[in-house]
T-cell receptor
Framework: KAGVTQTPRYLIKTRGQQVTLSCSPI?????VSWYQQTPGQGLQFLFE???????NKGNFPGRFSGRQFSNSRSEMNVSTLELGDSALYLC???????????FGSGTRLTVV | GQNIDQPTEMTATEGAIVQINCTYQ??????LFWYQQHAGEAPTFLSY????GLEEKGRFSSFLSRSKGYSYLLLKELQMKDSASYLC??????????????FGKGTMLLVSP
């Protein structure tokens, strides 16, 4: 079966712009989590959605937001981009948080 | 919150055994995962422990002691392709009542010939 699909794979944006990233989970998975990965901080939890509801949110500013659609696909949005937002953004899906997470290949965002 | 500690880097020789330790502090422990991540790729699931003891899966084994807040990943018969970052992640039931998965910063393992 298809894995977790993230689009786009690479993105270059200018400071102040906004960006939307997309994640399509494994078919049947209703939980989608987003993580930001940087060399200094490792993987940091952004938020988790389950059946279109945000269940958990990490310690990120309000510029980071997300949503989940009825088909479980999820998007995350970052507004007013800053240089420090440059990172690999990873999406992970699971049947439930009680099971293992499968990660997508990520979106590499570069803010210039 | 959570605190997850693991060594930053380790080196080992092809064919050897290496143990990567992970210590954690959490209030609502609900499982521990190990992931492998090669440079430029997504993390891939290696193992899961929720009860104390050793879980073995081929060349990889993972151990958990909940009372000590301690886990290790044991890699046997090391191969060059095992050079990667190994991520310890703790599932914690937070204030929302739902679980989140929090990752350590990873241990970069370099396997040399």
């Amino acid at each position: 079966k298809a894995g977790v699909t993230q689009t786009p794979r690479y993105l270059i944006k200018t400071r102040g712009q906004q960006v939307t990233l997309s994640c399509s989970p494994i078919s049947g998975h209703r939980s989608v989590s987003w993580y930001q990965q940087t060399p200094g901080q490792g993987l940091q939890f952004l938020f988790e959605y389950f059946s279109e509801t945000q269940r958990n949110k990490g310690n990120f500013p309000g510029r980071f937001s997300g949503r989940q659609f009825s088909n479980s696909r999820s998007e995350m949005n970052v507004s007013t981009l800053e240089l420090g937002d440059s990172a690999l953004y990873l999406c992970a899906s699971s049947l439930e948080a009680a099971y293992g997470y499968t990660f997508g290949s990520g979106t590499r965002l570069t803010v210039v | 919150g959570q605190n997850i500690d693991q060594p930053t880097e380790m080196t080992a020789t092809e064919g050897a055994i290496v143990q990567i330790n992970c210590t954690y502090q959490t209030s609502g422990f609900n499982g521990l995962f190990w992931y492998q991540q090669h440079a430029g790729e997504a993390p891939t699931f290696l193992s899961y422990n929720v009860l104390d003891g050793l879980e073995e899966k081929g060349r990889f084994s993972s151990f958990l002691s909940r009372s000590k807040g301690y886990s290790y990943l044991l890699l046997k018969e090391l191969q060059m392709k095992d050079s990667a970052s190994y991520l310890c992640a703790v599932r914690d039931e937070g204030n929302s009542g739902y679980s989140t998965l929090t990752f350590g910063k990873g241990t970069m393992l370099l396997v040399s010939p």
